[in-house]
């Protein structure tokens, strides 16, 4: 009976550590950051490629884009309205860079800062400028594992034209 | 034997089931995001009483500001020059009011979004001018369990003078 006492209390002890060591979950901020940078640098391709409905797809329904001389545009239809008209220029360029990417532990909430170049036709001139800037953009992993883009935010480093 | 054998079982499993459901930690996110939003709200205070240095404290020492018509400005040291212009300006006056606000489950990270006004000083009429704006700020929560802000950006919502109309 001593035997078989002290082999029950073997096994629940084992069983105990076994449940309790398996208890937290595994650490999966390697691959979280991975998967943002992934994600960062599909988005990049598909704008590089001016494929506009794709390039749309990496920010949620309620994402903020956030750009100099205009109120906060909210949502993603203003968004892609806001975007159409880059999207349809046909000296539009777009290239970006990233430099810092950091996903929470908890692997649902990230944010990136980087820096772009950015060709367009100049309203005035008709003719291609090319302008450079930075960009912080914050994402939250959807249900489906999926990272979107809630607020992107860029601006360029270009200085004022001098109004004299 | 019998009887002290059927006593350990259930004081085992209990022992087990008590350990286990006390091994997740606790859920801290509401109390997260409360003490960014009382981060937030004490930054914007410190900055309308124009307190210099606290208002340089709530950056991380590696964070960056990025703001129109400039390259990102990094580093406690870069954020400290870029800003104490706009502090020595007799004029200068900002509020700013978050209007998005998210913190991680894991409560080491968070963002906030939010418009701001700022009054300073034309340097052209020397009058005081408004602008209204809106701001990203990135946050990541300290060893010392406060928020510092590691990327801070801001941008105006004006439309660009035109240069030549008038």
Not at chain 1, 4 to 14: A, D, G, I, P, T
Not at chain 1, 22 to 50: F, M, N, R, Y
């Amino acid at each position: 009976m001593h035997l078989r006492l002290s082999m029950l209390v073997s096994l629940l002890l084992l069983a105990f550590t076994t449940a309790c060591t398996q208890a937290p979950p595994p650490d999966t901020h390697a691959a979280d950051v991975q998967a943002l940078k992934d994600t960062e640098a599909g988005s990049a391709k598909a704008i590089a490629a001016k494929d506009f409905e794709k390039s749309m797809s990496y920010y949620a329904d309620d994402a903020s884009l956030l750009v100099p001389t205009a109120p906060e545009i909210n949502g993603k239809d203003a968004i892609r309205a806001a975007f159409k008209p880059l999207a349809d220029d046909p000296n539009f360029a777009h290239a970006c860079q990233t430099s810092r990417v950091e996903v929470a532990k908890s692997g649902d909430l990230g944010y990136t800062q980087g820096t772009y170049t950015m060709t367009t036709t100049d309203p005035k001139t008709k003719k291609p400028v090319t302008e450079k800037g930075k960009y912080l953009i914050t994402y939250k992993k959807q249900a489906d594992g999926t990272w979107k883009v809630v607020a992107d935010m860029e601006s360029s480093d270009m200085p004022l034209p001098a109004g004299k | 034997m019998h009887l002290r054998l059927s006593m350990l079982v259930p004081l085992l499993l209990l022992a087990f089931t008590t350990a286990c459901t006390q091994a997740p930690p606790p859920d801290t996110h509401a109390a997260d995001v409360q003490a960014l939003k009382d981060t937030e709200a004490a930054w914007s205070k410190v900055m309308a009483a124009k307190d210099f240095e606290k208002f340089i404290s709530y950056y991380a020492d590696d964070a960056s500001v990025l703001m129109p018509n400039a390259p990102a400005f990094n580093g406690k040291d870069a954020i400290r020059a870029a800003f104490k212009p706009l502090f020595d300006d007799p004029n200068f006056a900002m509020n700013f009011q978050g209007s998005r606000i998210e913190v991680a489950k894991s409560g080491d990270l968070g963002y906030t979004q939010g418009t701001y006004t700022v009054t300073m000083t034309d340097p052209k009429t020397k009058k005081p001018v408004t602008d209204k704006g809106k701001y990203l700020t990135a946050y990541k929560k300290q060893a010392d369990g406060t928020w510092k802000a590691v990327a801070d950006m801001s941008s105006s919502d004006m439309p660009l003078p035109t240069p030549g109309k008038k």
